[in-house]
């Protein structure tokens, strides 16, 4: 059995795995296939299947719980002090209909507490990693998120109601992944990251949530509280990532 302290080796090897099996589905009409549905409502498709699968055969003969999109909470009662927070494909529409944005999502928590996140730009072959109190890495160089300018900012913004923020923003970016959307604000090419219908899942963000973190980015609610992570599939909240607390205050007037 494998040191359950290697996760970025065992997270790497999951990763590289699925993009080799699935990248040949990109833009293709057989990779939405409907296979079922997940715990927190959403279609599972063939490609969210096949990754799944991938994770899962690596992680089998480990004594750790997995959330997972597709699949829900398993082993949880298994007394491990090890989660593992998976996303097979964030960003499957995307993927499906060829648009370049999308990845895999690999969280690690011990005894609930953040330990490692990776995510997984899977076109560019692009690997965002942060262990714990070690900083933020994309492909081995470090990251950090960008310097807050109000006049200047470039946020990705999902709502459901006009709250007339877009007017107090330079530019706007929504590309439908969630997880990678905060992997672009740790590495400082986006300012903000938001969603406010509620709609980001637990396993959309786990991994991420490490990466900011560790690149210098806040996390809170729509309060701009401390953002708490559930770990469990069912989870559906509100959320802003950001570079600087005076996102809160000059753009959500927190
Ligand atoms: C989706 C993406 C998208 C967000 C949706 C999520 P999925 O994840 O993160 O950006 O707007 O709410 O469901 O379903 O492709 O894993
Ligand atoms: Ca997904």
Redesign the pocket.
Known sequence: MKFLEDWNEIGLKIGREIRENVLKYYGKKEGAKIIGQSPSG?TTRLIDKISEDIAFKHLSDLNVNIVS?ECGDINKNSGSSWTVVI?P?????NFIHGLPC?GFCFGVFKNNKPYYGLTYELLPNNIYEAFHNEGAYLNGEKIGVKEYDKNNIVMSY?TNKDMGIVNKIKRTRC?????I?MAYVSKGSLDCAT?LRP???T??IASSYIICKESGAIITDEYGNDFKLELTATSKKKIIVANSENILKDVFGL
Not at 89 to 93: E, H, L, W
């Open positions: 959403d999109e996303d494909i964030d960003g499957s529409f999308f999902y590309m439908g992944a969630f997880g959307e969603d709609h980001v899942r396993t959309d």
